[in-house]
């Protein structure tokens, strides 16, 4: 049994179960899978089973489609799939009955200032495009560019602004560090002049922790000062001064 998870972002946008063999994915209206954006072609791609495998191959899709990150124009499937074109995602989930899934696939760049998608969405617009607007080409740094986008939003990550201007840092590895020090992965200015790290977001096993360093800084996370360790879930929001942070789970 197979299924289609659609996401934008960090949300999902539908869950598709086709009794089909052929399934049509891009911008036109009639197409199985609807791709509202002028970076999909109208009849962008094709998923195609044959013999009890799952294909996708492009039909007429100008800009191409990633699978599991690598720039691809056909690919046999397997599950836990990731298909990419422009900026959504289709999870590809295949079980042997029809139970609808509920557990979360992780997904998974450096800090990236989101000033980047910005001016890629800016570029092709994000609005809805209509069928009459010709689909825009991109070049293979911009695709590549709207791909770390895709990763990163979607990959266990902790977000803040600066200068209203949206910062993520992905948390790929075992320990990152909040404070003023030049090792920290995350700037915050304050404190006493000897404090240079303020806290530590670490992993253990599948779970993040935020802990404390200094009894001088302040953090607080749901509004309860921060004392010790304390586990950190999807959409937790933690502040260090005036500084407020956002974490995020993998998807």
């Known amino acids: 049994m197979a299924r289609w998870r659609l996401y934008l972002g960090r949300s999902l946008i539908e869950e598709y179960n086709f009794d089909k063999d052929l399934i049509r994915i891009g911008r036109q209206t009639d197409a199985d899978i609807v791709l509202d954006h002028q970076s999909v072609s109208r009849k ?23 699978v599991n990150g690598q720039f691809t124009t056909e690919r046999p499937l397997k599950n836990g799939d990731r298909i990419e074109i422009g900026r959504h995602v289709i999870l590809f ?3 042997p009955n029809a139970i609808s899934l509920e557990e979360d696939t992780p997904i998974g760049v450096s800090p990236l200032s989101e000033a980047a998608s910005d001016a890629i969405d800016q570029a092709w617009g994000a609005r809805p ?29 902790v977000s803040w602004f600066t200068d209203q201007e949206k910062q993520i ?37 599948e779970q993040y922790y935020l802990e404390p360093l200094s ?37």
Not at 50 to 66: Q, S
Request: overall charge positive; glycine content about 10%.
């Open 169 to 205: 840092l992905p948390l790929q590895k075992q320990e990152a560090f909040i404070g003023k020090g030049d090792d920290c992965d995350i700037k915050i200015s304050g404190g006493l002049p000897g404090v240079k790290r303020f806290a530590c977001i670490y992993r253990k096993g």
């Open 129 to 157: 495009k209509s069928l009459d607007q010709k689909t825009v080409s991109m070049s293979l740094d911009e695709l590549k560019r709207l791909h770390q986008r895709n990763q990163t939003l979607m990959e266990a990550h």
């Open 44 to 66: 962008h791609a094709l998923l195609q089973r044959a013999g009890g495998i799952w294909t996708v191959k492009i039909e007429d899709g100008k800009n191409g489609l990633f």
């Open 215 to 251: 009894r001088f800084i302040p953090i607080k996370v749901k509004g309860q000062l921060l004392k010790e360790p304390a586990r950190l879930f999807d959409g937790d929001k933690f502040q260090i001064f005036n500084q407020v942070l956002q974490f995020h789970e993998p998807m």
């Open 93 to 95: 989930i295949q079980t």
